[in-house]
């Protein structure tokens, strides 16, 4: 059974940062390209940022660019997502997800595992 485990969300002020953490559990690790997905309150859920199953490609959406980091330690089956520099408008549930394939991608629908999501709150 595929588990998808996210951890470090909460409350911060804006300029703050967090690191977000997804254990994986249940599939091979390692090659699966990983993803941090997100969902603001009315909203469709957005593409955050994207790895490769070996770490050599990243990808962002503009507006987290140069704030926020996602990596990866397939030794711990973990994907990680540093995020500075926070603003308000970074509230939301943030879900890593996994999909089989070299290349992560932006759609919600190439994925095929979700985690449950960790809430993060910005305030201003």
């Known amino acids: 059974q595929v588990q998808l485990v996210e951890s470090g969300g909460g409350l911060v002020q804006a300029g703050g940062s967090l690191r977000l953490s997804c254990a994986a559990s249940?599939?091979?690790?390692?090659?699966?390209?990983m993803g941090w997905f997100r969902q603001a309150p009315g909203k469709e859920r957005e593409f955050v940022a994207g790895?490769?199953?070996?770490?050599?490609?990243?990808q962002y959406t503009d507006s987290v660019k140069a704030r926020f980091t996602i990596s990866r330690d397939n030794a711990k089956n973990t994907v990680y997502l540093q995020m500075n520099t926070l603003k308000p408008e970074d509230t939301a549930v943030y879900y890593c997800?996994?999909?089989?394939?070299?290349?992560?991608?932006?759609?919600?629908?190439?994925?095929?595992?979700w985690g449950q999501g960790t809430q993060v709150t910005v305030s201003s």
């Open positions: 790895i490769s199953p070996s770490g050599r490609i990243t």
């Open positions: 997800a996994a999909k089989s394939g070299y290349y992560p991608e932006t759609t919600t629908l190439r994925y095929d595992y």
């Open positions: 249940g599939l091979t690790f390692g090659v699966y390209a």
